[in-house]
């Protein structure tokens, strides 16, 4: 005698009850690694987030600190220029070449 097959074992109800719990299964794999993915990078952008703070941001500060100090000594190179001071003068006062730096002349 054969074995008794259960009713919607075969056939396409069949393929199609396995064909769904297949899918289901999957899915719910799926959810669970993407979920596990987004809190590494989670973990991952964290850190990177802060590192990148810790490090960038006093560099930030520092270049808008020396942007401030170039334009402070243009004012003061200016106004020493108009006292008759030289360019080899301001160099030897220690005056950053930005500050003593002239704009090029405009052709005429």
């Known amino acids: 005698m054969a074995p ?8 396409l109800k069949g ?3 396995r064909a769904g719990k297949s899918f289901m299964t999957g899915g719910l794999f799926a959810r669970d690694q993407s979920v596990w993915m987004a809190e590494k990078l989670a973990k991952i952008g964290f850190i990177v987030a802060t590192t990148s703070i810790v490090v960038f941001m006093p560099l930030v500060f520092e270049i808008a600190r020396e942007g401030q100090m170039v334009e402070t000594e243009k004012l003061e190179v200016a106004a020493l220029r108009d006292e008759g001071y030289s360019d080899n003068q301001f160099r030897e006062m220690g005056y950053a070449e930005a500050a003593i730096a002239r704009a090029p002349a405009v052709l005429k």
């Open 4 to 11: 008794k097959r259960k009713e919607g074992s075969g056939g």
């Open 15 to 17: 393929f199609f009850t």
